[in-house]
């Protein structure tokens, strides 16, 4: 039977989760293998240098650069605090010193004999990841991460904004296709990942910031209120690193759109209990996926399907179009022709017929689809 292999959009209530946390630097893991880790807890951490500062010592005692050193109280490699005294002349008889103090807390970094510059630095900048969710550790990355598994349910949305997050569970919408307004973002959302429905406008997401909601999981969204909330086109970047007080998941695509009705039946059972996000999207290549995790250790090995990306697409498998002029649409193969076929590229590609929900039948290239794992 003719299949094709292609990115695959994951949506399963029974799972094994592996998650890798490494440092952007080498340093220290501070749990071994077999630890079971809450979502908050410290697996691995280092530190940055921290940044330096010039001062022109010759210059400010008026010595030359050979002479600095006998002016000089503090020495290459001494810790220093703010104000602490680094330079001071003699004077005339004790009066009409010139001091230079310390602008930082620090250290001495160097003492340039040639040109009369120190150099000062400032602590180094300690850098702590966290588990991001409950499970056990798997692997050890030597000096630089772990390698967590946990059970539950996975969630991929297709787009996405900000970065992780960890938050209970909400259902602020009574169905999948509800459109949430301000009014339905009350006090108690406080801390809470909310589960909308069809639509969240810029209005209702500030909302939700002001009132300290972690995060936002809803079907659609319009690429305007993406632009009015950030201040910016997002363009072809990967997101994630928007720090804006809350992190958005969106399940099916832009404009006005249903969640699928699955994925919306999933989340709310989940009502009250925890759930790890992130908005990290690469939106070109598709190698990075929004995603909602909620662990539960009390599934049943039997029950779980781990999260694999090596599953190929078969006729009868629902799917969602990535790419214009059918984007976020969804639907279901019905034929996978082996030939190659021309397209208005003037390219020869493999392409495949999906029915739309709407009984409509189109043909488009394999590279603008991806598969719904259910």
Not at 45 to 72: C, H, M, Q, W, Y
Not at 206 to 224: L, N, P, T
């Amino acid at each position: 039977m003719a299949h094709a292999f292609t990115p695959g959009l994951k949506v399963s209530e029974k799972a094994v989760i592996y998650k890798e946390r490494r440092l952007p630097l080498k340093g220290e893991v501070v749990v071994k293998v077999g630890d079971r880790v809450k979502a908050d807890d410290i697996v691995a951490k280092t530190a940055i240098p921290g940044d330096v500062e010039t001062l022109n010592i010759a210059g400010r005692l008026g010595v030359s650069p050979e002479d600095v050193k006998e002016f000089l109280k503090v020495k290459v490699g001494q810790e220093i605090k703010k104000d602490d005294i680094i330079a001071e002349t003699n004077g005339f008889f004790g009066l009409f010193k010139t001091i230079i103090k310390s602008p930082i807390t620090g250290s001495i970094e160097n003492m340039s004999e040639i040109t009369g510059q120190m150099i000062l630095r400032h602590p180094p900048k300690p850098i702590e990841i966290d588990a991001y969710i409950d499970g056990y550790v798997t692997d050890i990355i030597e000096n630089e991460g772990v390698k967590i598994k946990t059970k539950g349910t996975f969630v991929q949305g297709i787009f996405g904004i900000g970065g992780e997050a960890r938050g209970e569970i909400k259902k602020v919408a009574q169905s999948n296709d509800s459109v949430i307004k301000e009014s339905d973002i009350t006090p108690d959302c406080k801390g809470k990942v909310l589960i909308a429905g069809s639509f969240v406008n810029v209005k209702t997401i500030r909302k939700a910031v002001s009132v300290g909601a972690k995060g936002i999981v809803v079907g659609g969204i319009d690429d305007r209120d993406i632009k009015e909330f950030l201040g910016y086109d997002i363009g072809v970047a990967i997101t994630g690193s928007e720090k804006k007080g809350i992190t958005i998941v969106v399940t099916e695509g832009f404009g006005q759109m249903n969640m699928a009705e699955r994925t919306f039946e999933i989340l709310t059972s989940h009502e009250g209990e925890i759930a790890s996000i992130n908005g990290a999207t690469q939106i070109r290549a598709g190698v990075l996926r929004p995603e909602v995790i909620i662990p539960n250790f009390d599934l049943k090995e039997e029950d779980l399907s781990a999260i694999d990306s090596s599953s190929g697409i078969k006729v009868g498998h629902n799917v969602r179009i990535i790419r214009a002029p059918y984007f976020g649409l969804i639907g279901k193969v019905t034929k996978l022709p082996p030939e190659l076929e021309l397209i208005e590229t003037e390219a020869k590609v493999r392409v495949l017929e999906v029915e739309l929900k709407d009984g409509r039948k189109i043909t488009l290239p394999r590279a603008n689809i991806e598969l719904i794992e259910e």
